[in-house]
Each structure stands twice: as C-alpha cells, then as structure tokens.
C-alpha cells in the first residue's frame, strides 16, 4: 500500500519530529515525510529534517502584513508537497479557520498536557503549581481554538514531588516520542474516523486507543 506522505510543521528543537524520522524509517510504517516546514529560520529541527535529506521549507510568519497571507504561503507550499496530512510538532502559531478548511480533519497537533487541561503555553508550570498528580500528553484533531479538538490518543505521566518543569516536561516529552507515531500511523491506516466530534480507531483495544499508561 502507498505511504501515507505527511508535512510536519515545526517551530523549534524539533524532537517530535526526530521521533517521526525515526518511525518513518521502517520499511513498515505507513507514512513518509514529505516536507518539514518551519515558521522559523534558526530553527534545529531544520537540521535533523536535513540530516534524513527530507526536503525542508522556511516561512517566516513575520513576512507578512496579516495571518491570512502567512497562511496562504503555507497552503501553496503544502500544496506543492502533495501531502495528506499536517502534524503540527511544536509549531508556535495558531491556524485559523481559513486554513484548517481546506484542511478538515487532515491537521494534527501534539501538547504536553492531558487536554483539555491546561492548553497553552508554560504548561508544566502551571501543572506543577496546581498540584495534580498526573499530567501527559495528547495528540488530537487540529481546531481553530488554541489546542482544541478531537482527542486521538493520549499517555499519562506521574507528577512527582519535587519535580521541576524541566523534569516534568522530560518525563512528558518521553511519551510525545511514543504517542505521536502511533497516533500517525492509525491515520495512515485509515483507521481512524471522527464521529460526533469523537475519535473512533478501528480495530484498536480500548488501551491501545484510548490511554497509553506507561509504567514511567
Ligand atoms: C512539545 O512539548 C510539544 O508537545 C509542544 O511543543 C514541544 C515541542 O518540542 N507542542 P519539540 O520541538 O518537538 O522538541
């Protein structure tokens, strides 16, 4: 069966990307990346795109007098990629309807939080400052609010006391490498079907789908 050839956007560092890379590199995976695409000149993750001679994109978001050409240049590169689908790793600007339209469905994000709490940013501090027990992290259907839409799958970490963000978010970043791929993959495979707003993956069990519980 052909490859599923994906766009992955990024902004920064990149590591969710590297854990796509590496996915991608088994013969059996269902994907390929096509384009990695960065809002960002100086961003690393660049780099490693390069490094798995992956074809790279750079368009800067301050370019543009409004949100609305920043996001046509994205479309037109897309566009020209040929992807099927969108994964959004790290990738600090918001998408607007005018985007997300003719992308229905076919846009992806990860966040290091158990949506839908705390979306947004400075996320392992305020985790930390609540007092919770558990966070994780969720990869789901891309809406126009900030870090909204269709849960796909999602892994839970302990919060342990003492911890600092950083090794909250060390823990957390951990299970982004693991969930990511798999949550490609069933798109990929066309298992994945939203109902009602609902996620639906055929054919998954109930923990495979719903909640990775790593011992971590
Ligand atoms: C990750 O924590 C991701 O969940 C969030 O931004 C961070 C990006 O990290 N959206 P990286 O660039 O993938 O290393």
Redesign the pocket.
């Known amino acids: 069966m052909a490859k599923l050839k994906i766009a992955v956007l990024?902004?920064?560092?990149?590591?969710?990307?590297?854990?796509l890379i590496d996915a991608c590199r088994d013969a059996d995976y269902p994907a390929e990346i096509g384009l990695v695409l960065s809002n960002v000149g100086a961003?690393?993750?660049l780099e490693r795109a390069r490094e798995a001679d992956i074809p790279t994109a750079v368009i800067g978001h301050k370019d543009f007098e409004d949100r609305k050409g920043f996001e046509d240049a994205l479309l037109g590169e897309l566009g020209r990629a040929g992807v099927g689908l969108v994964c959004?790793?790290?990738?600090?600007r918001l998408l607007s309807e005018h985007f997300l339209r003719p992308w229905h469905n076919r846009v992806v994000?990860?966040?290091?939080s158990l949506l839908p709490s705390f979306e947004g940013v400075h996320?392992h501090e305020r985790v930390i400052e609540s007092g919770a027990r558990l966070s994780g992290?969720t990869v789901h259907i891309v809406r126009p609010a900030m870090d909204s839409g269709p849960i796909i799958i999602q892994a839970a970490v302990p919060v342990h006391p003492g911890d600092s963000p950083e090794t909250l978010?060390a823990r957390?970043?951990e299970q982004?490498?693991r969930i990511y791929p798999m949550a490609v993959r069933y798109i990929a495979e066309s298992r994945l079907r939203i109902v009602a707003e609902r996620v639906i993956i055929d054919g998954a069990s109930a923990p495979d789908a719903a909640l990775c519980n790593p011992s971590s």
């Open positions: 990024i902004s920064g560092r990149g590591s969710n990307l590297q854990a961003a690393a993750g959004l790793a790290g990738f600090m994000n990860i966040h290091p996320v992290c978010a957390v970043l982004e490498h």
